[in-house]
């Protein structure tokens, strides 16, 4: 039934959601957060047979730090845990990406409160569930979102709509909720190139030599700090909680789809 796990020495890069193993073939990486090992085991066994690289943990924080650290497509948390439970899970998985997240629960009430908290979680199954109808939802899920983020491909000359924020890439002009932001012409240069690649992240090198076509020297990268913040408050409700776009500390900028 192991399949997958049948090819964990030869995998080349485990860092992305996605990893490439010895015969080519992309397989893309589940994380399962479930204390009943016996579950897990079973929801891993079909997702397995059906092409995905799954990873479980049976305890909560430890699914929190391999959730935080590392990088999955989609996520399937129990929420009775031993740790951190699952509402917390899903909101701090929520807090770093907007990959499909799966509950499991016994209990219908549960189902009920991770509606009120509004924790962002994608689907809901109730246990005892089928296996096979856990795997079509994961693929629903998955294909729904690349749907969304369009493989994270670039898209000139578009116009992008995330959450009331509205970007014409042709026209280099923007939209918050339908009233129109006014940037200069760099502020532009970097939102564009940030939401044209949504998730993907970008050291303040990268944007630097994107947006002023040069490479950066001495000083000249203290100014992307200054330009995110001049976008920040023209395009977020809070700049404190960036909800579009996110500091990577350490790291860089990116996108949030
Ligand atoms: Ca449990």
């Not at 010895?22 to 897990?40: K, N, V, Y």
């Not at 997240?101 to 569930?129: E, M, Q």
């Amino acid at each position: 039934m192991c399949i997958a796990r049948s090819f964990n020495l030869f995998i080349w890069a485990v860092s992305t959601s996605k990893i490439v193993i010895c015969t080519g073939i992309t397989m893309t990486r589940i994380l399962i957060i479930e204390d009943e090992e016996s579950i897990a085991e079973l929801e891993r066994d079909y997702l397995e047979l059906s092409g995905f690289a799954v990873e479980i943990e049976n305890d909560g924080e430890q699914g929190l730090q391999r959730a935080l650290e590392e990088e999955y497509s989609l996520y399937i948390l129990d929420l009775m845990l031993p740790g951190i439970n699952g509402f917390e899970l899903c909101r701090h998985i929520r807090e770093k990406t907007n990959v499909p997240i799966i509950v499991v629960s016994a209990k219908k009430d549960d189902i009920d409160k991770i509606h009120g908290l509004g924790l962002g979680a994608d689907d809901y199954i109730t246990k005892p569930f089928s296996p096979s109808e856990l795997v079509a939802r994961v693929k629903a899920h998955l294909a729904r979102y690349d749907r969304l983020v369009g493989s994270e491909s670039a898209v000139p000359d578009q116009i992008i709509n995330i959450r009331g924020l509205k970007i014409d890439i042709a026209a280099r002009r923007v939209w918050l909720n339908e009233e129109e932001v006014t940037f200069t012409s760099k502020e532009f240069d970097m939102l564009k190139t940030l939401a044209s690649h949504p998730n993907r992240v970008f050291s303040k090198e990268d944007l630097f030599r994107k947006v002023w076509g040069m490479e950066p020297i001495g000083s000249d990268i203290s100014t992307i700090a200054v330009h995110i913040k001049k976008i920040r408050e023209k395009i977020e409700y809070e700049s404190s909680k960036p909800q579009y776009i996110e500091t990577l500390w350490g790291v860089g900028y990116r996108f949030r789809m």
